[in-house]
């Protein structure tokens, strides 16, 4: 079945550890998206992806960085977790329809930072 | 540069009654335009979206949208609130390059009272 998907769902960590998160999509999609939602408020893309070894800064500064080595994998990596990260990260996909296109997103992860 | 406003962060209606949620847009271009639902500890789904042509959009779960050009605006209705509509909505636009990206509004929590 077509889905894209995100571990963990959720994550409590202490201040300085080296997380990822990871993301996985079964569509063949060549866009890849992160996106940072804080509690009630709007989804921030803090990177994206056209294609393998493509990746770009989205409009929120992230101390976040990613990969894309493989079509289906877009990991999210933060080397010093520290309580600011505390959020919600979704990633996404989309096949290119001239921005026409439809994202699919996964369920999320919840990231708290102690 | 473009933006969504969706105003009202928290909408109340009875079951049964109309849905009617708020976005109005900012583009310098006919924009293609989104509406996505959330529901808790979930990712986005796409409810509809406009591209060109007819300027009402018909989506799942029995939801519309109609672009106003005129009045830079997206509306989401729906004629008879379910429960199960209780939900986060968000309107977005796509970016003016066109890759894909999304612009998204501040969302509208949609409580539904028995």
């Known amino acids: 079945e077509a889905d894209i998907y995100q571990t963990p769902r959720y994550l409590v960590i202490g201040t300085g550890k080296k997380i990822t998160l990871e993301c996985s999509q079964t569509?063949?999609?060549?866009?890849m998206y992160w996106y940072q939602q804080d509690p009630g408020m709007e989804l921030h893309l803090i990177h994206y992806s056209y294609g393998v070894n493509s990746t770009e800064k989205g409009d929120l500064s992230s101390e976040s960085t990613v990969s894309r080595i493989r079509t289906e994998h877009f990991p999210l990596t933060l080397e010093s977790a520290r309580p600011s990260h505390t959020s919600q990260y979704l990633c996404?996909?989309?096949?290119?329809?001239?921005?026409?296109?439809?994202?699919?997103f996964g369920p999320g992860t919840r990231l708290t930072v102690l | 540069a473009q933006s969504v406003t969706q105003l009202g962060s928290h909408v109340s209606v009875s079951e049964g009654a109309l849905v009617l949620l708020r976005c109005n847009y900012s583009s310098s271009v006919p924009p293609y335009l989104f509406w996505y639902v959330q529901y808790p500890n979930q990712g986005l789904q796409l409810l509809l979206k406009?591209?060109?042509?007819?300027?009402l959009v018909k989506g799942i779960n029995g939801f519309e949208a109609e672009f106003k050009k005129s009045e830079t605006s997206f509306h989401l209705t729906k004629p008879s609130a379910h429960m199960s509509d209780a939900a986060e909505y968000f309107c977005?636009?796509?970016?003016?390059?066109?890759?894909?990206?999304?612009?998204f509004g501040q969302g509208t929590t949609l409580q539904v009272k028995p």
């Open positions: 569509m063949g999609h060549d866009k």
């Open positions: 977005a636009v796509s970016d003016l390059s066109n890759t894909g990206k999304l612009i």
């Open positions: 996404a996909s989309s096949e290119y329809m001239g921005g026409m296109d439809e994202q699919f």
């Open positions: 406009y591209t060109t042509g007819a300027t």
